[in-house]
T-cell receptor, first 111, second 110 residues
Framework: DTAVSQTPKYLVTQMGNDKSIKCEQN?????MYWYKQDSKKFLKIMFS???????INETVPNRFSPKSPDKAHLNLHINSLELGDSAVYFC??????????FGPGTRLTVT | KQEVTQIPAALSVPEGENLVLNCSFT??????LQWFRQDPGKGLTSLLL?????REQTSGRLNASLDKSSGRSTLYIAASQPGDSATYLC?????????FGKGTRLSVIA
């Protein structure tokens, strides 16, 4: 009965490759998010979707493209991976009160 | 632009002590403030959410307060236990996206 799930948990890939991370929530929330946690453990929002529509797009390279096929899913596709993309990526969702629930994270390592 | 600061960055206490973690924010126009716990290599677990109209929330040994006018929140942990060792993050939700502090790394020594 996991609330917010992400796959894969670990992702190791080479520079220049394209990869995707999937996220699903079963909380019935309307809003989903992607966050990046860098090596210094600082968490920063990347994108937010509300009912499948993009509402927040922070300063993120356009190599990162979120896709929301329905309001329970928000996937993150990354093109032409770079060393600096190595981080932990967290998916989250929130309901009416904006309380955020986080997934377990995907540790991306680009070599 | 909202900025969230957490002090101290790290804290080590003996088991059984009561302790306070501090969070300050620059923009008082927030919808809510949320405290999270993050264990090493894990995701974030929501501990407490304080709506902008509330002044505090309690859950078990945890009590979080919110003073919007001064831009401060505190997380009080009573009778600390080694299992409380983790990084504690506060985050503000408002007109800007959720903004996180850098966290306080807590170690409770048995």
């Amino acid at each position: 009965d996991t609330a917010v799930s992400q796959t894969p948990k670990y992702l190791v890939t080479q520079m220049g490759n394209d990869k995707s991370i999937k996220c699903e929530q079963n909380l019935g929330h309307d809003t989903m998010y992607w966050y990046k946690q860098d090596s210094k453990k600082f968490l920063k929002i990347m994108f937010s979707y509300n009912n499948k529509e993009l509402i927040i797009n922070e300063t993120v390279p356009n190599r990162f493209s979120p896709k929301s096929p329905d309001k329970a899913h928000l996937n993150l596709h990354i093109n032409s991976l770079e060393l600096g993309d190595s981080a932990v990526y967290f998916c989250a969702s929130s309901g009416e009160k904006y309380e955020q629930y986080f997934g377990p994270g995907t540790r991306l390592t680009v070599t | 632009k909202q900025e969230v600061t957490q002090i101290p960055a790290a804290l080590s206490v003996p088991e059984g002590e009561n302790l306070v973690l501090n969070c300050s924010f620059t923009d008082s126009a927030i919808y809510n403030l949320q405290w999270f716990r993050q264990d090493p290599g894990k995701g974030l677990t929501s501990l407490l959410l304080i709506q902008s109209s509330q002044r505090e929330q309690t859950s078990g040994r945890l009590n979080a307060s919110l003073d919007k006018s001064s831009g401060r929140s505190t997380l009080y942990i009573a009778a600390s236990q080694p299992g409380d060792s983790a990084t504690y993050l506060c985050a503000c939700s408002g007109n800007t996206p959720l903004v996180f502090g850098k966290g306080t790394r807590l170690s409770v020594i048995a």
